[in-house]
């Protein structure tokens, strides 16, 4: 069956250094995979977007990498604020397909 | 410009009791989703409109859950009766007619606790 898998619940680190959180899957093919960041109470936000034919993205401080070989995405904030801290969660989409599957998250804690 | 609004943001009910979910998407966005997020997990889709048209309901627990998007704007979640295991997060979000963008904008979302 298809499944994500993002690294670990949660994660701390230190301001100022570069957070790695990481998302693989099994059993999927996607042509899209997302991360979004989610603060307490609230819904998710849009962060990126990566193709399959792509391998890196970036957004300011935040870089996005994709191997379909690996089968596996690496989300990096470098630099990190305390306000990073929140969880973050990949999602996929198939090739052709409106659905996106979400991972459990990776909660963020940045340590001033 | 407005996001996704939803309400009750808070609901408590005893089991067996129904309950439902409204939503307002962004204008002109013509794809609504819902999705039900439980403690510590991820989103899971429940239902996906296309104008007012369930083109994925394939998730939704037909049994006691329903939905509805009358004139392709606002949609209603409802749940009847409610169960125990039906305290989580309901999500809305919509997204633009051209998904190669990739984004869904998300409310804030409904906390059901039932008893």
């Known amino acids: 069956s298809q499944k994500i898998e993002q690294n670990s619940e949660a994660l701390n680190i230190q301001e100022g250094k570069t957070a790695t959180l990481t998302c693989n899957y099994t059993n999927y093919s996607p042509a899209y995979l997302q991360w979004y960041r989610q603060d307490p109470g609230r819904g998710p936000v849009f962060l990126l977007l990566i193709r399959e034919n792509e391998k890196e993205k970036r957004k300011e401080r935040l870089k996005v990498t994709f191997d379909t070989t690996l089968k596996q995405s690496l989300f990096h904030i470098t630099a990190s604020q305390p306000a990073d801290s929140a969880t973050y969660l990949c999602?996929?989409?198939?090739?052709?397909?409106?659905?996106?599957?979400f991972g459990k998250g990776t909660k963020l804690s940045v340590i001033p | 410009e407005a996001g996704v609004v939803q309400s009750p943001r808070y609901k408590i009910i005893e089991k067996k009791q129904p309950v439902a979910f409204w939503c307002n998407p962004i204008s002109g966005h013509n794809t609504l989703y819902w999705y039900r997020q439980n403690l510590g997990q991820g989103p899971e889709l429940l239902i996906r409109y296309e104008n007012e048209e369930a083109v994925d309901d394939s998730q939704l627990p037909k049994d006691r859950f329903s939905a509805e998007r009358l004139k392709g704007v606002d949609s209603t979640l409802k749940i009847q009766p409610a169960e125990l295991g039906d305290s989580a997060v309901y999500l809305c979000?919509?997204?633009?007619?051209?998904?190669?963008?990739?984004?869904?904008?998300f409310g804030e979302g409904s906390r059901l606790t039932v008893l």
């Open positions: 999602a996929l989409a198939g090739a052709g397909s409106y659905q996106l599957t």
């Open positions: 979000a919509s997204s633009p007619w051209d998904w190669d963008t990739g984004e869904l904008f």
